[in-house]
């Protein structure tokens, strides 16, 4: 039976700790530990992430309940396997380190693609004695320790198509169709996409991406303008990219600008600031669209400053109102107010 190493060990020559045996075998995943509503929760040393395992070859037929708990190798950076799947375990010291001592557990370090999927990889039974392999399972959250799935109760099974790489890329993808990209620009690739059209190899460009609309693609590639949520930092590409409105007169297009930018494109937007401002500042200007009202800050303060103005000067009574028949009391000009109308008006397109 596999279980983590446990003895503290002394070289004979020299007195100090041996160094780890490499050790790496794959388990199948049994059991996961999510919350600390698990049962076993406060078991010593076993912490949130942590995997039931059983070994393919050493372990078949072993109860459930005498199969050992493995942590992952780094806490802060879980990937959370699921029932079924296969994880890779390595030997590595544990904090009797501390103590000056060589304590040997084993950890789990990844998952293994057995189908070659993003979202589920899950074989179950496979470690269970010759001839009562399981089929496909769907996972179930946090299982108690029972042998039988209760197969779709968490989640359906998904089909998430990988995401198109370039030379180069690194790409972490999640199981729900969520990824984040750490790519260049990647011109004149034989797979298209929204920034590689323009800029020089090697800018760098990050892309974090979820939400899928075409769920019957083989492979998939980020698109802004498919209802997803996206978020990109780019360097120097230009982005193939679409506003839900036009923009106001005088703005160069989204696709246009090839320099250092930030894009949030999804189906809604919220800046929402719960202690202090919110900022936006824009070195040549800031503008709003909508479907009726394309208008730069500027422009529109402009002609709110105008108005302001013209009414302030009249009720001062310094400055006399001009009509078609001469002075007359206390009204704005005419000709100031048409003025004023007309640049209100270029502002509704």
């Not at 370039?166 to 034989?190: H, K, L, P, V, Y």
């Not at 920034?195 to 979820?210: A, F």
């Not at 937007?269 to 719960?274: D, E, P, Q, Y």
Request: charged letters at 20%; proline letters at 7%.
């Amino acid at each position: 039976m596999a279980r983590p190493f446990s003895t503290t060990s002394k070289s004979p020559a020299r007195g100090q700790p041996d160094r780890p045996r490499d050790i790496v075998y794959p388990v199948e995943v049994m059991e996961v530990m999510l919350s600390e509503s698990h049962p076993e929760f406060n078991k010593p040393l076993v912490t949130l992430g942590a995997i039931r395992g059983r070994n393919y070859n050493s372990e078949r037929g072993v109860p459930m309940e005498d199969l050992t708990w493995y942590n992952p190798i780094d806490p802060s950076d879980l990937k959370i396997p699921l029932i079924g799947e296969s994880v890779l375990l390595v030997e590595s010291p544990n904090q009797e380190i501390a103590r000056g001592n060589v304590v040997r557990d084993l950890c789990y370090i990844t998952t293994i693609g057995i189908l070659g999927r993003i979202s589920n990889n899950a074989v179950p039974g496979t470690s269970k004695p010759l001839g009562s392999k399981g089929s496909l399972t769907t996972f179930t959250g946090n299982m108690g320790a029972t042998e039988e799935a209760q197969i779709g109760d968490y989640a359906p099974e998904l089909f998430i198509a990988p995401l198109v790489a370039f030379e180069g890329d690194r790409i972490i993808q999640g199981r729900w169709g969520n990824a984040i990209r750490f790519s260049n620009t990647s011109n004149g690739s034989e797979d298209p996409s929204f920034w590689n059209g323009s800029g020089t190899d090697g800018d760098p460009i990050t892309i974090i991406s979820n939400g899928l609309e075409d769920t019957g693609a083989l492979t998939r590639i980020e698109d802004l303008n498919d209802g997803s949520s996206n978020i990109i930092l780019s360097s120097t590409q230009q982005l193939d990219m679409e506003t839900s409105n036009k923009l106001p007169r005088g703005y160069q297009k989204l696709n246009q600008y090839a320099g250092s930018q930030i894009v949030l494109s999804s189906d809604k937007i919220i800046l929402n600031s719960m202690e202090d401002n919110v900022v936006i500042s824009g070195k040549k200007g800031v503008s709003i669209s909508t479907p009726e009202w394309k208008a730069d800050i500027s422009d529109l303060c402009d002609i709110l400053l105008t108005v302001v103005e013209e009414f302030h000067a009249f009720s001062t009574a310094t400055k006399p109102a001009v009509t078609g028949v001469g002075p007359t009391g206390p009204t704005p000009s005419a000709g100031k107010m048409t003025e004023i109308l007309t640049k209100i008006k270029t502002l509704q397109q």
